[in-house]
Structures are given as C-alpha cells and as structure tokens.
C-alpha cells in the first residue's frame, strides 16, 4: 500500500477546520502531527487523517436531538 501525504490545504478541506484550529489541536495532542516531506515542507499521511476522522463523534442533524417526545405533554 502506498502512503499518500496530505498538505495542509487539503487537510482543512477534508476536516473543516482552519489553520489555527489544527495547529491547537496538534498541540493539544488531539490532531495528528505532520511529517516532514522535504527541507521546508510537512504533510500529513492521509491514514492519520482519516483515523483521526473515524474516532470524532457524528453530530446529530438538526431536529434529531434526543429531548421530550411531542406526545410527553
């Protein structure tokens, strides 16, 4: 299997998060690190991406939210 490398566009594209949001979260130790993929460039393995989007929650769709049911009143 071949490793592909994400940079950092694509990485905020695939999570829907901003730059400074991955780098508090690398921090944090919540974010996958990158790699370094040359002298001045990183990138992150794109397996470590998606395992990291495989472990976060799936958000409910509007409406959804457990709650009283309309016929509890």
Not at 21 to 36: H, Q, S
Not at 49 to 72: C, F, H, L, T, V
Request: charged share 30%.
């Amino acid at each position: 299997m071949t490793t592909r490398f994400l940079r950092r566009a694509d990485v905020e594209e695939l999570t829907g998060l901003s730059r400074s949001t991955i780098y508090a979260a690398m921090e944090a130790g919540e974010f996958p690190r990158p790699v370094r993929i040359g002298r001045r460039a990183v990138a992150w393995r794109q397996e470590d991406i998606q395992e990291w989007a495989d472990s976060r929650p799936i958000a409910m769709p509007r409406g959804d939210e457990p709650g009283p049911s309309p016929s509890a009143e």
